[in-house]
């Protein structure tokens, strides 16, 4: 019986998430992948139709994967080392604030030192007279 024109990308393309699953998991020989779909959802598409679908949709040229190449490296490389660059500058100037606010708190607390200690020798000086 002749299926309705469209019904195999609509067979295939209701199940694209698990076929993904599936060929990302080692199901990379097609005849194996279709045969376990057509098996468990009873599909009408042909094995041509299937492999038409996976090469548009996962080997074709639209999510082809390239290859790394030694300039590919290099870059991740430079990449990282200037994060790592960014993120010592970072943390340098964080601790440059912590050491000034530091500094100031001991000024403030020096200061509140100094003022006690007027004020104690005001008291002992006023009692004294």
Not at 6 to 25: D, L
Not at 38 to 48: A, I, L, R, T
Not at 110 to 118: S, W
């Amino acid at each position: 019986m002749k299926t309705a024109r469209g019904m195999h990308k609509i067979e295939f393309y209701s199940h694209i998430n698990e076929i993904r699953t599936m060929y990302q998991n080692g199901y990379v020989v097609l005849k194996i992948l279709y045969k376990e779909l057509k098996d468990k959802y009873n599909w009408k598409m042909s094995y041509w139709s299937f492999c038409k679908y996976m090469n548009e949709e996962m080997i074709g040229s639209k999510n082809s994967i390239t290859p790394v190449t030694q300039k590919d490296i290099q870059a991740k490389e430079e990449a990282e080392n200037y994060l790592k660059k960014i993120d010592s500058k970072i943390n340098d100037s964080k601790t440059k604030v912590k050491k000034e606010t530091k500094t100031s708190d001991q000024a403030d607390k020096e200061k509140r030192a100094q003022e006690i200690l007027k004020r104690n020798a005001n008291f002992i000086n006023e009692k004294w007279r």
